[in-house]
């Protein structure tokens, strides 16, 4: 695997299920986020992790939970969903602040229905 | 509330000719700017990167900033039609705790044969 992926690809769920999304990068970096994008609406910034760590939330509805337990992976768990929460997920990852190389990456995203 | 401004287009050109996409951004401090392509129903893919004013060129992409005027734009020379895709304007957010990037929403480009 290169790059960075996402599982699943695709995914329906009703408003009381909780499902969990995947990435995982392959390019040795160690900051990693979670976007949303909905139509018509630029790209917007969910969670940011560096190092591990969440720096940043832009108050995102606790329905949502990221986590990451390793500079490889990251998750996004889901729960209580609402429709107005159907939108393409998509993860990034860069290297961190320091080094100055602040080009993210994209996996291919999750297109999420909530039904 | 830091801005990245797009037309939103369609920008139409005919195959061959050249593409400018334009993009303005509301943080003077600013200093990292990309561009991103993106197919219909496909993820963002990282085309051009500038740090500097001045032009960047990277094959047939080049990529132009202003920091006075805070301006940065993309030339696409040559188009193709698989350049049909909506390109994004990204610029670093300085203001948290990790270099963020705030995205514009995106100009439509349609290059016809």
């Known amino acids: 695997e290169t790059g960075v992926t996402q599982t699943p690809r695709h995914l329906v769920m009703g408003m009381t299920n909780k499902k969990s999304l995947k990435c995982e990068q392959h390019?040795?970096?160690?900051?990693m986020y979670w976007y949303k994008q909905s139509a018509k609406k630029p790209l917007e910034l969910m969670f940011v992790?560096?190092?591990?760590?969440?720096?940043e939330n832009n108050s995102v509805p606790s329905r949502f939970s990221p986590e990451c337990p390793n500079s490889s992976h990251l998750f996004l768990h889901l729960h209580t969903l609402q429709p107005e929460d159907s939108a393409l997920y998509l993860c990034a990852s860069s290297q961190d602040w320091a080094s100055g190389k602040l080009e993210q990456y994209f996996g291919p995203g999750t297109r999420l229905t909530v039904t | 509330q830091k801005e990245v401004e797009q037309n939103s287009g369609p920008l139409s050109v005919p195959e061959g000719a050249i593409a400018s996409l334009n993009c303005t951004y509301s943080d003077r401090v600013s200093q990292s700017f990309f561009w991103y392509r993106q197919y219909s129903g496909k993820s963002p893919e990282l085309i051009m990167s500038?740090?500097?004013?001045g032009d960047k060129e990277d094959g047939r992409f080049t990529a132009q900033l202003n920091k006075a005027s805070q301006y940065v734009s993309l030339l696409i020379r040559d188009s193709q039609p698989s350049d049909s895709a909506t390109y994004l304007c990204a610029v670093v957010n300085y203001g948290g705790s990790q270099g963020n990037l705030i995205f514009g929403k995106g100009t439509k480009l349609s290059v016809k044969p």
């Open positions: 500038i740090y500097s004013n």
């Open positions: 992790y560096s190092l591990e760590e969440r720096v």
């Open positions: 390019l040795g970096h160690n900051a």
